[in-house]
Each structure stands twice: as structure tokens, then as C-alpha cells.
T-cell receptor
Framework: ETGVTQTPRHLVMGMTNKKSLKCEQH?????MYWYKQSAKKPLELMFV???????ENNSVPSRFSPECPNSSHLFLHLHTLQPEDSALYLC?????????????FGEGSRLTVL | EDQVTQSPEALRLQEGESSSLNCSYT??????LFWYRQDPGKGPEFLFT???AGEEKEKERLKATLTKKESFLHITAPKPEDSATYLC?????????????FGQGTILTVHP
């Protein structure tokens, strides 16, 4: 595996379900991110982790719970979601000392909330 | 509030027909402006970083330029494989690394 891998690629869940999105990076980076991409809206930053420590929570509702057990893995735990949470969730990684703004994105997890 | 506006929303070109995409921004202390390319069903792919007004970067048929209020992505003699959504983003000064504010993107279609 190379780059940034996200699973599952597609997820359909009811509003009362609990599910998790997984992201793994094979680039040796020390920062990881969750971004949300909704239809007709710009990419929106959700969370930032530097060296496993959360450094940014962009006012994300508590029904989204991130977890970063190490610098290579990032999870987004989902519970009691709303239909408006349906979107493409993108994970990215970067080197903190690398080119500013050069994020490496995964292919995303397409979430549909019924 | 930091803001990025891209125009046009969609652009259709014939192969070989050069054009430009626009990215207007308002930001408190620009740390960098970035261009990404996103293909359908894929995550964005980094293209360029621009730091200050007057700077230019080139890659194959793409050239990015920056002024104090906007950036242009010039596409010279495009090919069908250049078809994608092009995203512009800024990082405000004093913010966390990777905390980018994105525009809505320009969907580029190049017809053979």
C-alpha cells in the first residue's frame, strides 16, 4: 500500500447507527487531517492532528469523534448523525516541515445518512 | 473572515484553447496560496504553492500566478486529460499547518 488509504469507500448508515471511518498513511508523515466535502460547498477542515495530538477542532459537532492512535492512523467515529452529514469525508496527511499546504489526500469515504 | 472565491464555476474548452481560472481571496496575513486538482471519485492532488505577490510557478501546461488579491491558473493548449476540478486554497497567517480555506472549485472540461 502506498499514499493515503481510506476505508470504507462507501458507507450508508441510519441516524441511530454507530460507525467508524479509517485512514492510514504510508508516507511517514507526522500530521493528519479530516476534511469534509459536501455537494456545492467548499472543502471544510474538521480536525488536525500533529504527532498524534489534536491541534485543531473546527467547531465540529460532538457526533463526530476523531481518534489518532499513532502518526499513521486516523479514525473518525460517527454516531447519531443527521442526513445533512451526508458528504465525502477526506483524510489527508503532511510533513510538518514540508512544503506548506502540500497535503496528500486519500480517495475519501462517501457517507450517506438515511 | 477568510474567504476564497473561484470563477468561473465551470469552463468548457476545446483541445488547444488556452484560458485562465481565477481565485480571489481575502485573508488575514497570507501564509500561502495553493492550487489542487481533483479528479472525479478521487481526493485532491497538490499542484502549487505561492507565497507572495509576483510569484509564478509552472508545471507542464499549467502556470499559477499570484497578486495581492487573486491568483490565476493559466492553462496553455489544454488536452482532454486536463479535465478536472481545480481547487484554490489559502492558509491564513498564524494558523496551524494544513488549516486551509478552500474555494468551491472550477470544473474544467476539455473536449477533443
Amino acid at each position: 500500500e502506498t499514499g493515503v488509504t481510506q476505508t470504507p469507500r462507501h458507507l450508508v448508515m441510519g441516524m441511530t447507527n454507530k460507525k467508524s471511518l479509517k485512514c492510514e498513511q504510508h508516507l511517514g508523515h507526522n500530521a493528519m487531517y479530516w476534511y469534509k466535502q459536501s455537494a456545492k460547498k467548499p472543502l471544510e477542515l474538521m480536525f488536525v492532528y500533529n504527532f498524534k495530538e489534536q491541534t485543531e477542532n473546527n467547531s465540529v459537532p460532538s457526533r463526530f469523534s476523531p481518534e489518532c492512535p499513532n502518526s499513521s492512523h486516523l479514525f473518525l467515529h460517527l454516531h447519531t448523525l443527521q442526513p445533512e452529514d451526508s458528504a465525502l469525508y477526506l483524510c489527508a496527511s503532511s510533513q510538518l516541515t514540508g512544503t506548506p499546504g502540500e497535503l496528500f489526500f486519500g480517495e475519501g469515504s462517501r457517507l450517506t445518512v438515511l | 473572515e477568510d474567504q476564497v472565491t473561484q470563477s468561473p464555476e465551470a469552463l468548457r474548452l476545446q483541445e488547444g484553447e488556452s484560458s485562465s481560472l481565477n481565485c480571489s481571496y481575502t485573508v488575514s496575513g497570507l501564509r500561502g496560496l495553493f492550487w489542487y486538482r481533483q479528479d472525479p471519485g478521487k481526493g485532491p492532488e497538490f499542484l502549487f504553492t505561492l507565497y507572495s505577490a509576483g510569484e509564478e510557478k509552472e508545471k507542464e501546461r499549467l502556470k499559477a500566478t499570484l497578486t495581492k488579491k487573486e491568483s490565476f491558473l493559466h492553462i496553455t493548449a489544454p488536452k482532454p486529460e486536463d479535465s478536472a476540478t481545480y481547487l484554490c486554497a489559502v492558509q491564513p497567517g498564524g494558523t496551524s499547518y494544513g488549516k486551509l480555506t478552500f474555494g468551491q472549485g472550477t470544473i474544467l472540461t476539455v473536449h477533443p
